[in-house]
């Protein structure tokens, strides 16, 4: 977010009567002089206009080097503030390199002897509002006044500056796979530990950052080789009737039983009761060019998309670990995959779900202010699993966050004529890493081949990389930011082309990724002068 600065300030020129310190009684002594000369006489007449205009000279003087040294507390201010960010929430004080760049700004703004002042001094507070308060002081010498006992005029300025965020929503899609599970070397917790602590450190900085009034709003999609988002859609967003590579009981044959492993139709209208809240993406094709893509038909891709009752091309689909087989492969790895027609067998072909390979994460969850209780729940339930498939959680990331796709009426701005501030952090510890075995978004790839096939010219990883690129231009098209940070991993040229300059991080550890929070918290916020 770009930084608004807008200068005010409160100065006081500390002044007596007309002026502050008086070293000489040569004014009594002609008072008292009571001899009637024309030398007195033009003395008294002269002096009150030389005292008129020395006066207006030296208070000249001290108002520029007021206006100066307001110029200098602001900027100081200023400076330490955005160095701060918002680590100030967590830390509570003002930490030294803060305070050093702060002091640096004042001091190359307001140089000792500027105007031949001295006793230059500036102090900066860290106050209850997270907020940088300073004073500023300098001493201004008289000229022409000193003649009239007044040798210097003290100059005290004050100012403050302040992070505030305007309405901001905050969409996390966080990586739970497996390797979420594993320590980065130097760290005493797991990455996904470290990664609770630190969403819980982000949602306090904002929350001290913001203004009385101000909507933060959070959403999380947890994604792996699924999302978990069944809970979130609308009755007639789901097809009630949907074909799965599945398999029937043979019941001719009692004494070996054998099972007939097909494609089945099966009626899911009682999916909330029965899915176990995944689903599999709506009609897609297989892409062949990147750079012109039919949303047309790869509607999975299209994330504004409002799904049309009866029309299953445009629904999602409930997913059914439990009924799914991959047809004539078994677990000791033996067979190959039978896309089409049906193998009745007694051999028990691989199931993703007794496989381990179709991962279900937490339920994502969809925009709403959050308080810090509601957060730590939230995350006590993300628990690492299942593969690398980045595609789709970039998908419904900014599915959630658009201000213009299925959640359009909750995502609107709140004020008319002030935009929300719309931000989408990507958080990753690994690359692309698919498996056909798996029971994905897009189904039992070999067999389903919706978006990709066992002889494409694109490996199932090149695929999904290619999609999610082509996602992420899609979410920045809405005005959204897009942040990616990699832990414990180094990012892909397509992760970082996805961020652009500037809005991608590599966390080698807990410590570092705090780092990369802070920085994405300190450039959401609008940094100010308040006093």
């Not at 005290?156 to 305007?166: H, K, L, M, T």
């Not at 390797?179 to 969403?199: F, K, Q, W, Y």
């Not at 994460?361 to 690398?388: F, N, S, V």
């Amino acid at each position: 977010m770009p930084l608004g600065r807008h200068y005010s300030g409160r100065v006081k020129i500390l002044l007596a009567s007309p002026f502050v310190r008086k070293t000489g009684s040569f004014l009594g002594r002609l008072a008292r002089d009571r001899a009637g000369n024309t030398l007195a006489l033009v003395a008294a007449a002269i002096l009150p206009l030389l005292a008129m205009v020395g006066g207006g000279v030296d208070l000249g003087r001290s108002y520029l080097s007021q206006s100066r040294l307001q110029q200098a507390c602001d900027a100081g201010v200023l400076a330490a503030r955005k160095r701060l960010g918002s680590e100030a929430v967590v830390t509570g004080d003002i930490p030294e390199d803060a305070a050093s760049i702060g002091n640096r700004f004042f001091n190359v703004n307001f140089q000792d002897g500027t105007y031949g002042t001295y006793d230059r001094a500036f102090a900066m507070t860290l106050e209850e509002d997270y907020s940088i308060s300073a004073v500023a002081n300098v001493i201004v010498p008289t000229t022409i006044m000193q003649i009239f006992g007044y040798a210097e005029v003290p100059v005290e300025v004050e100012c403050q500056a302040q992070i505030s965020v305007v309405d901001t929503d905050v969409m996390m899609v966080l990586d739970v796979t497996g390797s979420m599970g594993t320590t980065n070397p130097g760290d005493e917790v797991p990455r996904i530990a470290a990664l609770r602590e630190t969403v819980r450190n982000f949602h306090a900085q904002l929350a001290a950052a913001a203004a009385a009034g101000t909507r933060i709003r959070y959403g999380f999609v947890p994604y792996s080789t699924n999302v978990n988002v069944g809970g979130l859609l609308e009755d007639e967003w789901v097809t009630p009737e949907w074909t799965y590579q599945s398999r029937v009981i043979q019941k001719d044959d009692p004494e070996t039983p054998k099972w007939k492993y097909q494609s089945l139709t099966l009626d899911v209208s009682d999916w909330r009761e029965t899915s176990n809240g995944c689903i599999e993406e709506r009609g897609t094709y297989e892409i062949g060019d990147y750079d012109n893509v039919d949303l047309d038909r790869a509607l999975d891709l299209d994330i504004d998309r409002v799904p049309s009752p009866g029309d299953p091309d445009t629904q999602w689909r409930p997913q059914f670990p439990d009924i799914i087989f991959a047809r004539n492969m078994t677990y000791d790895g033996q067979g190959s995959f039978k896309k089409n027609g049906v193998t009745v067998s007694a051999q028990d072909f691989v199931s993703p779900a007794t496989l381990g390979t179709a991962a279900c994460p937490r339920p994502a969850r969809k925009l709403g202010e959050m308080d810090t209780g509601e957060i730590e729940t939230y995350l006590a339930g993300l628990q690492p699993g299942g593969h690398t498939y980045h595609d789709i959680g970039m998908i419904w990331g900014g599915r959630l966050l658009s201000p213009s796709g299925i959640f359009a009426s909750e995502n609107a701005d709140r004020n008319s004529g002030i935009p929300t501030s719309r931000h989408l952090i990507f958080l990753t510890d690994g690359e692309t890493s698919t498996l056909d075995l798996s029971y994905s978004s897009y189904g039992l790839e070999p067999l389903d081949s919706r978006r990709w096939k066992s002889n494409s010219s694109l490996s199932l990883n090149e695929t999904v990389e290619k999609r999610f690129a082509f996602a992420c231009s899609e979410v920045r098209k809405k005005n959204i930011t897009v942040w990616v940070i990699g832990f414990g991993t180094a990012l892909s040229d397509v992760m970082k082309e996805c961020a652009g300059e500037g809005h991608y991080f590599e966390a080698a550890d807990a410590q570092e990724l705090n780092v990369s929070f802070s920085a994405i918290a300190k450039k959401m916020s609008e940094l100010r002068v308040v006093r």
